[in-house]
């Protein structure tokens, strides 16, 4: 089983930054991707970025340029640097994981991010 504790959400201007944090915890053989979703009132849950075992990194269109993932496997936490963010950036940001052999998914609970123009 795994447990995912999500960090660094929260109320910022547009243009502002925020850090988002997932550390990953329990009993299991190796993560493979890792990534942030979110997902906007009335929206349906859409993919951020993911990072994969090997450090490739894919985004959505919408955060190019603005939004970084990484990850430090030593301590199985994913990160989301968010610059110049925008109103419409805000939703409830959510940790996903993959982990073994099988590439199970785990989500995080969330965490809200808000942005005021």
């Known amino acids: 089983q795994v447990q995912l504790v999500e960090s660094g959400g929260g109320l910022v201007q547009a243009g502002g930054s925020l850090r988002l944090s997932c550390a990953a915890s329990g009993t299991f053989f190796g993560i493979n991707a890792m990534g942030w979703y979110r997902q906007a009132p009335g929206k349906q849950r859409e993919l951020v970025a993911v990072?994969?075992?090997?450090?490739?990194?894919n985004y959505a269109d919408s955060v190019k340029g603005r939004f970084t993932i990484s990850r430090d496997n030593a301590k199985n936490t994913v990160y989301l640097q968010m610059n110049s963010l925008k109103p419409e950036d805000t939703a409830v940001y959510f940790c996903?994981?993959?982990?073994?052999?099988?590439?199970?998914?785990?989500w995080g609970q969330g965490t809200q991010v808000t942005v005021s123009s």
């Open positions: 996903n994981v993959r982990v073994g052999v099988r590439d199970r998914d785990y």
């Open positions: 990072i994969t075992s090997g450090a490739t990194t």
